[in-house]
């Protein structure tokens, strides 16, 4: 198991930016994919983005592509999502995940822990 810890959340208006952080403890965290997910309220979970355990793969979801980037850093156990050109509908509490494996997943499901979330709010 790894624990996580986000931090970085908080209001920004639209067309700012913010840049999530994710540390880990526990594992080995470069053996773990990262991914980062969100959820609004009244909305179900969604996937936002993943990398790979070296980082040398990323997978976005469509609505954030060419907006948000997501990267880590090994050394310091920590994944982030720089956040760009923010919009209301971003607005979301943010959560990062890790699973053990090689594929890149979108499915919340496939992730084996979980962080307590970050808030992340977008005034229009």
């Known amino acids: 198991q790894v624990q996580l810890v986000e931090s970085g959340g908080g209001l920004v208006q639209a067309g700012g930016s913010l840049r999530l952080s994710c540390a880990a403890s526990?594992?080995?965290?470069?053996?773990?994919?990262m991914g980062w997910f969100r959820q609004a309220p009244g909305k179900e979970r969604e996937f936002v983005a993943a990398?790979?355990?070296?980082?040398?793969?990323?997978l976005y979801a469509d609505s954030v592509k060419g907006r948000f980037t997501i990267s880590r850093d090994n050394a310091k156990n920590t994944v982030y999502l720089q956040m760009n050109s923010l919009k209301p509908e971003d607005t979301a509490v943010y959560y990062c995940?890790?699973?053990?494996?090689?594929?890149?997943?979108?499915?919340?499901?496939?992730?084996?822990?979980w962080g307590q979330g970050t808030q992340v709010t977008v005034s229009s």
């Open positions: 990398i790979s355990p070296s980082g040398g793969r990323t």
């Open positions: 526990g594992r080995t965290f470069s053996n773990y994919i």
């Open positions: 995940a890790a699973r053990l494996g090689s594929i890149l997943n979108t499915r919340g499901g496939q992730y084996d822990d």
